[in-house]
């Protein structure tokens, strides 16, 4: 998660769209007056803090990224609330929590499966999951559109032709739904929904910068090493493809397909 490190210090001012997708989330949940939540990636732990203002109970936040943690832990460790550098792959916990709460981050997973089954075993007998996370190849169709714009650039297609993208997408609920059940898992609530959004294509960098930026530059995603000056030419091409998508009032519909589970063990 070094590609988190570099952006944890900006994170909580750019993921306005993770936020705004992870309060409705929070609702779906109907979280319980004193219930223990696990926060599975937490980032900067600003969600965290919003999930402890809903219980009486403890709240723990864990993400990959040591610098994520160590930003939340700063701004909102208490009695009640704490964070731990922790792969969500990797929870070990035992039924221990009445809510686990996975906003943005279930797209990274590499064993999405491995994860819902120490989930399940993580939660209370009748305890609830809630998943929000981009969904469908087409994601997001502003950014895909800047990605195809900048590799016209020949240097940025020949180094981009071999990008193998990390993330991890099914393209319908019925998908999704299943490989919840597949982990023993009852669905209360599954659906894809458009989330829309105008934002300057400034805006639209920030946001592309506060998630997506960390897949697409990751070296470990592509064949052999990037030429020099590549990163910076990437960036600088992705904010000029977002100025030419802006319409005549300089906005960018920014929609994204996004999956929202709600389920029970």
């Given at each position: 998660?070094?590609?988190?490190?570099?952006?944890?210090?900006?994170?909580?001012?750019?993921?306005?769209?993770?936020?705004?997708?992870?309060?409705?989330?929070?609702?779906?949940?109907?979280?319980?007056?004193?219930?223990?939540?696990?926060?599975?990636?937490?980032?900067?732990?600003?969600?965290?803090?919003?999930?402890?203002?809903?219980?009486?109970?403890?709240?723990?936040?864990?993400?990959?990224?040591?610098?994520?943690?160590?930003?939340?832990?700063?701004?909102?460790?208490?009695?009640?609330?704490?964070?731990?550098?922790?792969?969500?792959?990797g929870i070990a916990f035992r039924e221990e929590f009445d809510i686990v709460y996975c906003n943005s981050a279930f797209q990274w997973f590499r064993n999405p499966a491995?994860?819902?089954?120490?989930?399940?075993?993580?939660?209370?007998?009748?305890?609830?999951?809630?998943?929000?996370?981009?969904?469908?190849?087409?994601?997001?169709?502003?950014?895909?559109?800047?990605?195809?714009?900048?590799?016209?650039?020949?240097?940025?297609?020949?180094?981009?032709?071999?990008?193998?993208?990390?993330?991890?997408?099914?393209?319908?609920?019925?998908?999704?739904?299943?490989?919840?059940?597949?982990?023993?898992?009852?669905?209360?609530?599954?659906?894809?929904?458009?989330?829309?959004?105008?934002?300057?294509?400034?805006?639209?960098?920030?946001?592309?910068?506060?998630?997506?930026?960390?897949?697409?530059?990751?070296?470990?995603?592509?064949?052999?090493?990037?030429?020099?000056?590549?990163?910076?030419?990437?960036?600088?091409?992705?904010?000029?493809?977002?100025?030419?998508?802006?319409?005549?009032?300089?906005?960018?519909?920014?929609?994204?397909?996004?999956?929202?589970?709600?389920?029970?063990?």
């Amino acid at each position: 998660m070094e590609r988190f490190d570099q952006i944890a210090s900006r994170y909580r001012q750019t993921s306005l769209v993770q936020a705004s997708a992870g309060a409705k989330l929070i609702e779906l949940l109907d979280i319980p007056q004193s219930a223990d939540i696990l926060d599975v990636g937490c980032g900067t732990g600003n969600l965290t803090a919003e999930l402890a203002k809903r219980t009486t109970g403890e709240v723990t936040g864990i993400d990959p990224s040591g610098e994520m943690v160590r930003v939340a832990s700063e701004a909102f460790s208490n009695q009640r609330t704490s964070f731990v550098k922790m792969d969500a792959e990797g929870i070990a916990f035992r039924e221990e929590f009445d809510i686990v709460y996975c906003n943005s981050a279930f797209q990274w997973f590499r064993n999405p499966a491995r994860f819902l089954d120490n989930a399940r075993t993580a939660l209370r007998p009748g305890g609830r999951i809630g998943i929000q996370a981009p969904a469908r190849h087409d994601y997001c169709p502003a950014f895909i559109a800047a990605i195809e714009t900048c590799s016209e650039n020949p240097e940025i297609g020949k180094v981009f032709s071999g990008f193998r993208p990390p993330w991890f997408f099914l393209e319908t609920e019925n998908e999704y739904r299943s490989l919840f059940e597949q982990a023993g898992f009852r669905v209360l609530f599954c659906t894809i929904e458009e989330s829309r959004s105008l934002r300057t294509p400034q805006q639209a960098f920030d946001v592309f910068c506060s998630g997506a930026r960390a897949g697409y530059l990751d070296p470990a995603c592509y064949n052999g090493e990037w030429p020099e000056g590549f990163e910076a030419a990437f960036l600088d091409g992705i904010h000029q493809a977002f100025e030419r998508q802006a319409d005549n009032d300089g906005m960018i519909d920014l929609m994204f397909h996004r999956i929202f589970i709600v389920a029970e063990r």
